[in-house]
């Protein structure tokens, strides 16, 4: 798992703005520990985890799959809420 050394994996660790992720709760370790960074990097989603966010000052507990997209030249990730099932 050497994240330097993605051979073609289409995102690259660097690219993440790992400083603004942490600020909404999504930390780069507990990724890589996971074993979910890779995926994360290959530009598949991740499985569904557990996600405690804090957005607008709001704390969000959810279920979600991670993915890094392209928009604009910029790597942003995206947050695939699951619908609880009933």
Do not use: C, H, Y
């Not at 985890?49 to 910029?74: N, P």
């Amino acid at each position: 798992m050497n994240m330097n050394n993605n051979g073609n994996a289409p995102f690259k660790a660097e690219d993440v703005n790992w400083d603004e992720l942490a600020g909404i709760g999504i930390l780069k370790d507990e990724l890589e520990m996971s074993g979910e960074l890779d995926t994360l990097l290959r530009g598949e989603k991740t499985k569904v985890m557990s996600l405690s966010l804090v957005l607008l000052g709001v704390d969000v507990v959810m279920d979600a799959t991670l993915q890094l997209v392209r928009k604009d030249s910029e790597t942003l990730i995206e947050i695939l809420g699951i619908k609880p099932s009933a």
